[in-house]
């Protein structure tokens, strides 16, 4: 188990190091001048003062040393530290007007809120749906389920969000796009609402207001849905699957010929183990959903991660984008090592291999 | 013990000793052997083979189809048990494997309805210019009806600069008058001739983008694959870490990194899917071609000394590619798709292209009163949704057929 965690280790550098190549690539499509925007808060006043910025971050030197320093940045007489992605400065963004790192700081418990809150339906459904799927096999349960994942593979993200914004908010007014109402925003302005956590549902429970709970809900719950439709898709084709290989397997077998009844050959005996592929692919759906979600939260207007780079994207502000780009990569190395390393306490095979 | 051995063959196609290339089907059989295949049980047993391994051999042999009609048991021939099969060109042509493919597309109904949907488009797209007549110098953009911003409803009529009204157009409505058969966007973009025009867009954006993923996946997969080493090691960890990377945002952000130097058009965004989409394709092709450098033709061929980057252009890839073209072919769809994604988030084609994805971008105004503006979203929706899943169902009899643990257990 250690030797599996230390080899895991081991290779988080060299991902980290092939992250930023090719991020720091895009950035070589980009000129000196432009690059140097990475750096500049104020509109420069000359070229002088361009001049410099390029001088400073190295931008006119070989690659190697361009990579460096947009690594670690440079340590002016004062000993400030400027730029450095390592050390989270992403640079300035023009189009938001602040650090980059301020709006992940602000964006990014969103993203964190919506990823907790749809995990639990994708799972329990997906999982719920290609059990019954592979246990009546070719039945009408199979096909539904079959009809259900191919629609769900071919129906964007955007269209189905789009969708449920025309009958549930505009026609009917259940649930809202956004992240919350007016009076919450006041609310939180005034300090009403102790922020704890700055996830906006769990820190509503944790005051106690359950109608800023609602509230939350109301905006998070058409994403939740979208979210989780998608993902089902896969996990049904998977768990079937899974589930129709073992319960050809001896032990099941054995299972029915003792004469247990049918319900616990399923729950017990074939479910947990058909369950191992389906926990790998939970791992890199909540990793992605961690990595900020892009179209569904540009659809619904809710402020995360994803939007953020989009808004900022389609304004072609590199600076923001890129540094998004490099702070999902960081997430999404991070949780991979995590879910691998779960992974490996669950399955044996894994960590023996 | 020897009898039973020599008992376990029974099936000259399938024998060993018998002479290989005249029995692959597609090839001509020769007459003398025609006439042996024809012989009776008789021709599989040997003589000395007892009794119970004579009564395996016909179990095994292969029953003709109808319950109770034509010949059964004792005098089953080979050349009657096999009448239906009849060997077409097209599997003379494409040769067995690859035949079996092609038979599973066309086998279940949701794979019909997929290539029905496929057709379907096709032909929008050829006969664009009928259905919708185009205006203006590029007909890719969509001709707009003044510019007032806000949309309107399906069959208002055209009110400046109506383009020229196509021929059916009369003999099925019996009108006059050129409509908004959609309706329109926000600036007067006509929905109706962006959702035509924008099959053509789909096509060949799909078309592009998968053919150089598949050239670049090809490429570097059978690189790795066939040299394997270092460099197999070196590549196959830079495709770890470009699959690290989120797809559409990097997709995203490189396209808007190009677009300055590119200018707004199809071709930012056609790049970056490009750059960040091949992996699956070379993760594909290198594991079809570990198996095949094994094979006996390619160790002759590196026997008698032809240089190594001929054996595998001539010799391994090209049986090895089948798989990777059909698997390439309906990933169009979810190019596509990815496509409009990028559209929708406002990074790719000039304002007005005839694009589904830009047309829904155009609803991301109107969120507030969408029941409404529902055409916005539905028609361009419901093509895009359409599109994608007529490849998505041809994909997944793909799978089914590929995947030998589903074999001939139906959908």
Redesign the interface.
């Known amino acids: 188990m250690t030797n599996y965690i230390i080899r895991r280790l081991l290779q988080i550098p060299l991902l980290l190091f092939g992250v930023t190549i090719i991020i720091f690539g895009l950035l070589g499509l980009l000129s000196p001048i432009e690059r140097s925007a990475l750096y500049i808060r104020d509109v420069p006043r000359n070229d002088n003062q361009i001049n410099a910025v390029i001088r400073q971050y190295a931008l006119d030197k070989p690659l190697p040393v361009q990579y460096w320093r947009w690594l670690v940045g440079t340590v002016d007489i004062n000993g400030v530290r400027h730029g450095g992605i390592l050390f989270g400065d992403f640079g300035y963004s023009r189009t938001a007007s602040q650090p980059v790192l301020q709006i992940i700081q602000a964006r990014f418990p969103n993203t964190l809120d919506l990823a907790l809150w749809t995990m639990y339906p994708m799972l329990a459904v997906g999982i719920w749906m290609g059990v019954k799927a592979a246990v009546y096999q070719n039945k009408w349960p199979d096909q539904a389920a079959r009809m259900f994942s191919i629609v769900g593979t071919s129906f964007p993200t955007f269209v189905f969000g789009l969708l449920m914004l025309i009958f549930f908010y505009a026609q009917l007014h259940w649930f809202l796009p956004g992240k919350m109402s007016d009076w919450v925003t006041k609310i939180m302005y005034s300090g009403e609402l102790k922020q704890y956590t700055h996830l906006l549902s769990i820190d509503a429970l944790l005051n106690g207001r359950l109608d800023v709970f609602w509230d939350a809900m109301r905006h998070m719950i058409m994403p939740i849905i979208t979210l989780s439709y998608i993902n089902w898709a896969t996990f049904v084709r998977v768990m079937r699957s899974s589930m129709l290989e073992t319960l050809r397997q001896d032990y099941v077998v054995t299972a029915r010929a003792k004469g247990l009844k049918e319900g616990v050959v399923i729950n017990q005996h074939a479910r947990p183990n058909a369950m191992l592929p389906v926990v790998t692919m939970a791992g890199m759906s909540i990793v992605g959903l961690l990595g900020g979600v892009i179209i569904t939260e540009t659809v619904f207007n809710y402020p995360g991660i994803g939007k953020a780079a989009a808004d900022a994207a389609s304004q072609l502000d590199v600076v923001t984008s890129v540094g998004m780009a490099i702070f999902t990569g960081f997430i999404l190395i991070l949780s991979n090592l995590v879910v691998d390393i779960l992974y490996a306490f669950i399955d044996p095979r894994v960590r023996l291999s | 013990m020897n009898d039973l051995n020599n008992a376990e063959i029974i099936n000259p196609l399938e024998d060993p000793n018998m002479p290989d290339q005249e029995f692959r089907p597609g090839a001509e059989v020769p007459a003398e052997t025609k006439e042996t295949l024809a012989g009776s049980i008789e021709h599989y047993v040997q003589p000395g083979d007892t009794e119970s391994v004579v009564d395996r051999i016909q179990s095994e042999l292969p029953k003709p189809k109808g319950e109770g009609g034509g010949p059964s048991g004792d005098n089953l021939t080979l050349a009657e048990a096999h009448s239906d099969r009849k060997i077409t060109r097209l599997e003379r042509w494409l040769g067995p494997e690859n035949y079996r493919i092609v038979k599973g597309l066309s086998k279940t109904w ?1 794979s019909r309805i997929g290539f029905f949907l496929i057709v379907l488009f096709a032909l929008i797209a050829i006969f664009a210019p009928l259905i919708a007549p185009p205006v203006g110098s590029d007909p890719y953009m969509m001709p707009r009806d003044g510019f007032a911003s806000q949309p309107k409803p399906p069959g208002s009529p055209w009110k400046k600069n109506a383009p020229e009204i196509p021929f059916w157009y009369k003999s099925i409505t019996g009108n006059d008058e050129w409509v908004h058969l959609l309706g329109t966007a926000q600036g007067q973009y006509d929905i109706f001739y962006g959702v035509i025009w924008g099959t053509r867009t789909a096509f060949r954006t799909g078309f592009i983008v998968e053919i150089a993923t598949v050239l670049i996946g090809v490429i570097l997969g059978s690189v790795a694959a066939y040299y394997g080493g270092a460099t197999d090691n070196i590549l196959m ?2 495709v ?3 699959m ?3 797809y ?3 997709a ?10 590119l200018g707004r058009s199809l071709l930012p965004a056609m790049i970056a899917m490009i750059a960040f989409g091949w992996m699956g394709y070379a993760r594909v092709i290198r594991s079809d071609i570990l198996s095949i450098k094994e094979r006996d033709y390619v160790m002759a061929a590196k026997v008698s000394g032809v240089k190594n980057s001929r054996i595998l252009f001539k010799h391994i890839i090209p049986n090895a590619i089948f798989p990777t073209v059909v698997l390439a072919t309906l990933g169009i ?1 979810s190019v596509v ?1 990815s496509f ?2 990028l559209s ?4 790719g084609t000039p304002l007005g292209y005839s694009d589904w994805g830009q047309i ?1 971008a155009f ?2 105004s109107w ?6 503006y ?1 055409f916005i ?2 028609f361009p ?2 093509t ?2 359409l599109f ?2 007529g490849w ?2 041809v994909g ?1 009899a793909v799978r089914d057929v590929f995947d030998p ?2 074999r001939g257990r ?2």
């Open positions: 949701a960890r830079i770890d870490i470009f690290t990377l989120p559409i945002m990097m995203m952000i490189a396209a808007a990194v190009l677009t300055p130097r769809g798709l409009a994604a929708f988030l406002g990074i829904l609803a991301r969120i507030n009163n969408l029941d409404k529902w979203v539905v929706g419901l895009l949704t994608v899943m998505n169902l997944d643990r589903m139906g959908a």
